[in-house]
């Protein structure tokens, strides 16, 4: 069978790299086209779209680049048309992927969700649009079923694929690095906006703890000049590139930007600090809309604060050294440590991928 996936940012390329090789072992005529990354391309998806060209964050980068967005509307309509698939994979990405179902379903394409759109968080009035224009949502988190079915919906629930991801990850090799100390791991986002905004607070502390060796994942896209900027000439800061995951089995502590990467860092095991800063327009806005009180996976997830979220003018070296500090200390460690496990055991059981390569494939078979 012929899969269109669209993926338009990291996460959804490591996401949607693990269902491509799902579906291929599952079904051996299995032909995928799509929008993704390296690692999606590196399970046999023919790539038309890189993320690379896809990042944009903020208002007034989406109003700069209106026009690419509407070309590349234009683009995936007339290569969905061309490639004719009997499923469409939309993963993630809800700005453009609940406008592509739509357009989609009304074409007579058959829609499926993998990771569910926030609805639950801002704009509950988008379920509306996934019962009309999404045949299946596949949910990665435990309380979107419960969330969907209120509105009339009936979404899988299927587990997090990151469960399979880091327990595979944990195997490799440590972070190969000359060092004795104890590392702290700074993840500061995938958006050069994001690291701009975030990384120079994040190094802001490196003096207050010298007995700790500070490294930085870098993020793929993102060139390194951009970080040397940042860093300067503190020859004391190191640089690490697709290596996130040994960085994190290896690292004491982490300092997390919001997003994915708080769950990545829960799963690791590693005490965390969440930080974010943005635009003040742009948080205003969002700050409209979102109705739940956390920022982070981690937290929403357990439905309560278990590790400390840094936003926006809260995000300073003065309360970042303090809550490092806390997190450093044996007994809020251990009560961290312990918050994890419960988490994991929420976030359902290994396989996800497979468990949804077998719900499409037999949902486009009963047609």
């Known amino acids: 069978m012929k899969y269109y996936f669209i993926a338009g940012e990291a996460s959804g390329d490591l996401h949607g790299s693990r269902l491509a090789a799902a579906l291929k072992a599952a079904d051996a005529q299995a032909e995928i086209r799509g929008w993704g990354g390296d690692l999606m391309s590196k399970e046999g998806v023919s790539i038309v779209k890189h993320i690379k060209e896809l990042a944009i964050m903020g208002i007034v980068q989406v109003i700069q680049k209106l026009p690419q967005i509407f070309r590349n509307f234009s683009f995936c309509h007339k290569d969905i048309l061309d490639f004719k698939p009997d499923a469409i994979v ?191 327009i742009f948080y205003w806005i969002v700050r409209q809309i979102i109705k739940i009180p956390f920022i982070s996976l981690v937290n929403i997830v357990m439905g309560k604060k278990i590790v400390e979220e840094l936003i926006q003018k809260d995000l300073n070296r003065e309360r970042l050294t303090t809550e490092v500090e806390k997190i450093l200390l044996p007994e809020q460690r251990t009560e961290m440590l312990q918050n994890y496990e419960d988490l994991r055991k929420k976030l359902g059981e290994k396989g996800a991928a497979v468990r949804v390569s077998q719900l499409l494939i037999d949902a486009i078979r009963t047609k």
């Open 90 to 280: 939309l993963i993630d990405y809800s700005g453009f992927n609940l406008r592509i179902a739509k357009w989609a379903k009304q074409k007579g394409f058959r829609v499926f969700y993998f990771i569910s759109p926030q609805v639950w968080a801002t704009r509950a009035g988008r379920v509306e649009k996934v019962k009309k224009y999404v045949d299946r949502m596949f949910c990665i988190l435990p309380f979107e079923k419960d969330f969907y079915a209120k509105f009339g919906y009936n979404a899988d629930y299927v587990g997090h694929p990151l469960i399979d991801i880091v327990d595979n990850a944990k195997q490799l090799p440590l972070l190969n690095i000359e060092n004795t100390k104890p590392i702290i791991a700074l993840l500061p986002g995938s958006r050069k906006q994001e690291i701009k905004a975030i990384l120079k607070t994040m190094i802001s502390i490196v003096p207050d703890f010298p007995d700790y060796q500070f490294v930085v994942a870098m993020a793929p896209s993102i060139p390194i000049e951009l970080y040397h900027s940042i860093i300067g000439t503190d020859n004391s800061i190191m640089l690490v590139q697709n290596q996130t995951y040994p960085l994190l089995n290896s690292a004491h502590a982490a300092l997390v930007t919001s997003g994915t990467a708080t769950l990545e860092t829960a799963l690791f095991s590693v005490p965390q600090v969440v930080c974010y800063k943005t635009g003040p």
